[in-house]
């Protein structure tokens, strides 16, 4: 079956008992055994919950694979697979990623002896430099956060000996646009708060894998560490992922027209959208995924202008997060990368003129106006013509 098709029918069978055709939110903690040693293949909800195996079915089916582990947020899916991992291992990470995710890393497991990396993985000559006896994981995201970097997947993975993982944070591109397990990770992570929920109302993530030894231990330390989403907000994620492929295609679209926009107009510095055909890296982004998404950077020179700009906006909210069907403007360098130290946020491109759009799936002519509107208002908020001739 198709993709959309799928969105809408896997793991949604009607409910066994009352036929009810949607997956009823199952609001229990415990289920009550028919004898000692003997119930249904339900024991208690940490360990396995109806509304969450649906989601589960669910999601695994939407990227291609068999098993999926949902999680009470992207950074608790994060965690369980790093939980794979031991003392003295080592992790090669794309230098460009989401703040916290590099905090978890650097902050968290530093302090239990798993050592991290950080580099360009849009070049592979430098992945493979980094890469020693030690390393047993691969991080990928792709496109990067949020400088909108390709990173090639299949390339990556080409350079992977058995014992490694390698683990692609898809929450940007989503299922629809970009499946990396069949680009050869053995791994795919989602903050389900984005894009898959897409509605900005639910925290969620899920690991999900087509290894069926790899899920046995992803679920261990589902259970054992136990960052379990509720019924109530697996149900939520499981009706918002339903329409995963009408609004992706919505987003990209809306994306490609402000990318357009932004890009056409002089007192942009920069426009970073793999769409574009001046992204450096726009031919991979071609062959590696279907769409290209519906984040859009910009970089504005003047740093209190871009902020001014991001203030003024009406229909974009000043907001963290991404992935809802309404659009959000954020500045990394303040809000989602404030973890990153200044210095090493200036040494990865991420100035304080940078600006992070998150395009919903409002009208594009609206969203176009409303910025040109801004930009149009906060023009000379800092004077750099050169001075007129007395
Ligand atoms: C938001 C996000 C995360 C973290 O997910 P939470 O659901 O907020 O815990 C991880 N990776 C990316 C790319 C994200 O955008």
């Known amino acids: 079956m198709k993709f959309a098709t799928r969105a809408v029918h896997a793991g949604q069978d009607p409910d066994p008992t009352t036929g009810a055709t949607i997956v009823p939110i199952y609001q229990t903690s415990t289920y009550t055994q028919t004898r000692v040693g003997e119930h249904k293949g339900f024991d208690y909800s940490r360990t396995i919950n109806p509304t969450r195996l649906a989601l589960e079915r669910q999601l695994a089916s939407l990227e291609g694979a068999r098993f999926a582990s949902a999680f009470a947020s992207g950074m608790a899916a994060t965690s369980a697979v790093l939980g794979l991992l031991s003392t003295g291992d080592h992790v090669v990470v794309s230098d460009d990623l989401y703040g916290g995710t590099y905090r978890l890393f650097a902050r968290v497991l ?19 430099a980094a890469v020693s006896a030690a390393t047993k994981l691969f991080w990928v995201e792709t496109p990067t956060n949020p400088l909108l970097r390709i990173v090639d997947i299949a390339g990556i993975a080409s350079l992977r000996r058995a014992e490694q993982l390698v683990v692609v944070d898809n929450t940007f591109a989503t299922p629809y646009f970009q ?3 069949a680009l050869g990770a053995q791994i795919v992570v989602h903050s389900t708060t984005k894009y898959i929920g897409g509605h900005s109302d639910v925290v969620g993530g899920v690991a999900i894998t087509d290894d069926p030894e790899l899920h046995e231990r992803i679920k261990f330390q589902q259970n054992a560490v136990g960052g379990v989403p509720g019924p109530t907000d697996a149900w939520l994620t499981m009706r918002g992922a339903k329409t995963l492929a009408l609004r992706m295609r919505e987003h990209a679209r809306n994306a490609q027209a402000v990318a357009e926009f932004l890009d056409s107009r002089d007192d942009v510095a920069r426009v970073y959208y793999p769409g574009l055909p001046s992204h ?11 769409g290209f998404g519906g984040m859009v950077s910009c970089l504005i020179d003047d740093p209190e202008r871009a902020k001014n700009f991001a203030g003024r906006l009406k ?9 809802g069907v309404e659009s959000l403007i954020c500045h990394p360098g303040r809000m989602t990368h404030g973890s990153i130290p200044a210095e090493e946020r200036e040494r990865r491109g991420i100035g304080d003129g940078l600006l992070r759009l998150s395009v919903g799936i409002e009208d594009a002519t609206d969203l176009i106006e409303d910025l040109r509107a801004a930009l149009d208002a906060t023009a000379g908020t800092r004077d750099t013509r050169p001075p007129l001739l007395a």
Do not use: C, W
């Open 179 to 181: 499946q990396p397990l």
């Open 110 to 128: 530093e302090r239990y002896g798993i050592t991290f990396t950080y580099v360009d993985m849009s070049d592979l000559g430098t992945v493979r």
């Open 280 to 290: 450096p890296r726009h031919e991979l982004a071609k062959r590696q995924m279907t």
């Open 315 to 323: 229909l974009f909210s000043l907001a963290e997060s991404l992935g």
